[in-house]
């Protein structure tokens, strides 16, 4: 079993819907949690960064990280086509271990 | 420099062929990560040097594997006796320092293609 689990999916969803992205994970030794974008042909993107349990809100994006589950969610409001990209949930000590990545696509 | 800069960005390798991927990290950045990003998946950790210091190797997945860092600034990641396996992305990143806080900050990658 991976450290962190996510979801692949694909996503595919119209502009202005919300989009939802999760991982699980199984290390309690993780501190932070982060969110990063890649698009295609380019290097991971850090989009969210958070320490403890709760929310974490930057313009269109919501962080949420449940320690207690093991949890972390992504929200991302009134989606663009400009978001379309793979979306990793990455948590550290000092290195990082990422999730498989959720392709999203938000369609015009 | 503006950022972490990798080359090349594509590498196309026959299978037993020797290659050196390069890492510029951001200037003053302490740390240096490297790692392994197959197709559809998230980037695996390689390596990890603290100024020259690698003090983490516990990713490389074999001692056909081997990454340097001698003056404390770029970095090259060798791979000796390339196998089909081996093809993936290739990451950099650089923090500031080590300590648990600090963001990583990643290149575009070098593509290798192993055939």
């Known amino acids: 079993q991976k450290e962190v689990e996510q979801d692949p999916g694909p996503l595919s969803v119209p502009e202005g819907a919300i989009v939802s992205l999760n991982c699980t994970y199984s290390?309690?030794?993780?501190?932070?949690f982060m969110w990063y974008r890649q698009y295609s042909r380019k290097g991971p993107e850090l989009l969210m960064y958070t320490y403890s349990s709760g929310n974490k809100e930057d313009g269109r994006f919501t962080a949420q990280v449940d320690k207690s589950s093991k949890y972390i969610s992504l929200f991302i409001r009134d989606s663009q086509p400009s978001d379309s990209a793979t979306y990793l949930c990455a948590m550290r000590y000092y290195k990082l271990s990422f999730g498989a990545g959720t392709t999203v696509t938000v369609r015009a | 420099g503006a950022g972490v800069s990798q080359s090349p960005r594509y590498k196309v390798a026959k299978r037993g062929q020797d290659v050196a991927l390069r890492c510029d990290p951001i200037s003053g950045h302490v740390s240096l990560f490297w790692y392994q990003q197959a197709l559809g998946q998230g980037p695996e950790f390689l390596t990890y040097f603290q100024n020259e210091a690698q003090l983490d190797k516990s990713g490389l997945p074999s001692d056909r594997f081997f990454a340097e860092r001698p003056e404390g600034s770029v970095s090259t990641l060798k791979i000796q006796r390339t196998q089909q396996e081996d093809s993936a992305v290739y990451l950099c990143?650089?923090?500031?320092?080590?300590?648990?806080?600090?963001?990583?900050?990643f290149g575009a990658g070098t593509r290798l293609s192993v055939l």
């Open positions: 990143a650089s923090s500031l320092t080590g300590g648990t806080k600090n963001i990583q900050y």
């Open positions: 290390n309690s030794a993780f501190q932070y």
